[in-house]
C-alpha cells in the first residue's frame, strides 16, 4: 500500500512539475538583434541591414554596411500585432523610413517591405533573421 501511495505521489509531482516548465518558458519576442538584406524597387535584397529591437518599443536600425560600427545608424520606435510588426525611424538630421513585416511564429525569421517617410512599402523589399 505504501509504494502504490509513494508511486502515484511521484506521479502527481512530475506531472505537476511538467506544467510549471511549461508556463516558466516565455513567449517569442522580437526583442532583440536582427541581421538580413534590403533591396531597392523589385531587386532581390542584397545590402546590408540591422535592427535591434529593445524592450521598451524602441528600435536602432543600421543599413548599407557589414560592420555596424560604420553602417549608417538610425534611431526609431516599433509597434507588434500578432505577426506583423511595423517600424518607424530616422536617421540623422531627418531622413525618415518605415517598414511592414510579417515574422515567424518563432520569431525567428522576418519578410517585409519598407518605404519612405510614414509609406511601408513602395521602396523595397527585405529579409532579416534573429541572432
Do not use: H, Q
Request: hydrophobic share 35%.
Amino acid at each position: 500500500m505504501k509504494s502504490t501511495l509513494f508511486f502515484a505521489a511521484v506521479i502527481v509531482l512530475s506531472i505537476a512539475g511538467c506544467k510549471k516548465k511549461k508556463e516558466d518558458t516565455p513567449a517569442p519576442s522580437v526583442v532583440g538583434f536582427w541581421e538580413g538584406k534590403y533591396g531597392s524597387g523589385s531587386a532581390v535584397p542584397n545590402m546590408p541591414y540591422f535592427f535591434l529591437y529593445r524592450s521598451n518599443g524602441t528600435v536602432r536600425v543600421y543599413a548599407d554596411a557589414s560592420d555596424t560600427a560604420t553602417a549608417g545608424k538610425a534611431e526609431g520606435t516599433y509597434i507588434v500585432t500578432g505577426n506583423t510588426i511595423k517600424t518607424t525611424y530616422t536617421y540623422p538630421p531627418s531622413t525618415s523610413y518605415s517598414t511592414t513585416a510579417a515574422v515567424d511564429a518563432g520569431f525567428t525569421t522576418m519578410d517585409g517591405t519598407w518605404g519612405s517617410g510614414a509609406n511601408t512599402s513602395g521602396n523595397g523589399t527585405f529579409r532579416i533573421f534573429k541572432k
